[in-house]
């Protein structure tokens, strides 16, 4: 499973032989592999404006390109605003809050995102093809389909340290512009050009996972909440910067904290951990039908909606199982 950080040659740019090469070193004589761009069709009309766009099938014969569009910017983040005005109104009416759920359409967001990492992840498991993922960027919607489609398909990444290690490596260290994007509080009204909610959005698509496989992941939703939290605003420097050499020029590891060594301590991890958990080696298949997913009360309405009972039936199944 591979990442394109940077557009392909279009028709209209001038051949990239190390691309065509590389890509080519990749794949065995007769076999495949598949391109899956996530870039919307205006995107890929802009870009093909200035020189890039869609790559040419007659330079990369042996790979067959899918096109499945994920917003990543303004788009998202307007969504992701009208989500949170309707969950923040307690006097809709049934009809008004469903009329306004739908019209956010961030749980199509949700489907959208689930489905094209189902896509990667069959061509990766049932085809037994290279699968190179393709955005505009590069460090947004393409990390969001690759660490989704590592969820679905390595139980590793499924335990809590094999988690822990795909978001440093799929979303920190591959570059993911945390400060661009989360410059502001998730619920504020502002609308920053650069701001767009993709790593909230992974984790809603994690949250969905572990709702329809209960068993399958180590963590619970207090870790995706706590997540969320540090990514918007942190005592920790793990989200800090836009990429790596911001980290290293800001020197973030040397002058403050890991979240991650805070969240393993052994007091800490406990309160993560998900009581129901036993270790699953198959590849998880979720259901991406629209009755399947659901809007994730525990994040989206968490300030509205009383988590006692919840958070001590929670106490009650790790009572139960520990005394087994």
Same mark, same amino acid.
């Given at each position: &499973?591979?990442?394109?950080?940077?557009?392909?040659?279009?028709?209209?740019r $001038? $051949?990239?032989?190390?691309?065509?090469?590389?890509? *080519?070193?990749?794949?065995?004589?007769?076999? =495949?592999? %598949?391109?899956?761009?996530?870039?919307?069709?205006?995107?890929?009309?802009?870009?093909?404006?200035?020189?890039?766009?869609?790559?040419?099938?007659?330079?990369?014969?042996?790979?067959?390109?899918?096109?499945?569009? &994920?917003?990543?910017? $303004?788009?998202?983040?307007?969504?992701?605003?009208?989500?949170?005005? @309707?969950?923040?109104?307690?006097?809709?009416?049934?009809?008004? +809050?469903?009329? =306004?759920?739908?019209?956010?359409?961030?749980?199509?967001?949700?489907?959208? #995102?689930?489905? /094209?990492?189902?896509?990667?992840a069959?061509? !990766?498991?049932?085809?037994?093809?290279?699968?190179l993922?393709?955005?505009?960027e590069?460090?947004?919607?393409?990390?969001?389909?690759?660490?989704? #489609?590592?969820?679905?398909?390595?139980?590793?990444?499924r /335990?809590l340290?094999?988690?822990?290690?795909?978001?440093?490596?799929?979303?920190?260290?591959?570059?993911?512009? %945390?400060?661009?994007?989360?410059?502001?509080?998730?619920?504020?009204?502002?609308? *920053?050009?650069?701001?767009?909610?993709?790593?909230?959005?992974?984790?809603?698509?994690?949250w969905?996972?572990?709702?329809?496989?209960?068993?399958?992941?180590?963590?619970?939703?207090? &870790?995706?909440?706590?997540?969320f939290?540090?990514?918007? @605003?942190?005592?920790?420097?793990?989200?800090?910067?836009?990429?790596?050499?911001?980290?290293s020029?800001?020197?973030?590891?040397?002058? /403050?904290?890991?979240? +991650?060594?805070?969240?393993?301590?052994p007091?800490?991890?406990?309160?993560?951990?998900?009581? &129901?958990y036993?270790?699953?080696?198959?590849?998880? +298949?979720?259901?991406?039908e629209?009755?399947?997913?659901?809007?994730?009360?525990?994040?989206? !309405?968490? +300030?509205?909606?009383?988590?006692?009972?919840?958070?001590? @039936?929670?106490?009650?199944?790790?009572? !139960?199982?520990?005394?087994?």
């Amino acid at each position: &499973l591979l990442r394109s950080s940077q557009p392909l040659p279009g028709p209209n740019r $001038r $051949r990239c032989r190390e691309d065509e090469q590389l890509l *080519g070193t990749i794949l065995d004589e007769g076999d =495949r592999g %598949f391109i899956i761009d996530t870039r919307s069709a205006q995107a890929a009309k802009q870009a093909r404006m200035s020189g890039g766009g869609t790559e040419t099938k007659s330079s990369y014969p042996q790979w067959r390109r899918l096109h499945r569009a &994920l917003e990543r910017g $303004r788009p998202l983040q307007e969504s992701f605003i009208r989500l949170v005005e @309707a969950c923040s109104d307690p006097s809709l009416s049934m009809d008004r +809050w469903l009329s =306004r759920l739908e019209s956010s359409r961030w749980l199509s967001h949700v489907k959208a #995102a689930l489905s /094209t990492a189902c896509l990667a992840a069959q061509c !990766l498991d049932r085809e037994d093809s290279n699968v190179l993922v393709h955005g505009a960027e590069g460090t947004d919607t393409t990390l969001l389909v690759t660490a989704l #489609a590592h969820l679905i398909l390595d139980p590793s990444c499924r /335990t809590l340290s094999g988690f822990q290690g795909l978001l440093q490596r799929e979303w920190i260290e591959a570059g993911h512009p %945390f400060h661009l994007r989360c410059a502001r509080s998730a619920s504020s009204h502002g609308r *920053g050009k650069q701001e767009a909610p993709l790593f909230l959005l992974f984790l809603d698509c994690v949250w969905q996972l572990s709702r329809q496989f209960p068993f399958s992941l180590e963590f619970g939703e207090q &870790l995706l909440l706590t997540l969320f939290d540090n990514a918007y @605003a942190s005592a920790y420097g793990t989200f800090l910067c836009n990429n790596e050499r911001e980290r290293s020029l800001c020197k973030v590891k040397e002058s /403050t904290h890991s979240l +991650w060594a805070w969240l393993n301590q052994p007091e800490e991890k406990q309160k993560y951990l998900n009581p &129901l958990y036993s270790h699953n080696p198959l590849v998880i +298949w979720p259901s991406v039908e629209p009755q399947s997913i659901q809007l994730w009360q525990g994040l989206f !309405l968490r +300030w509205i909606r009383p988590s006692q009972h919840l958070d001590e @039936a929670w106490v009650e199944i790790q009572r !139960l199982v520990e005394g087994k």
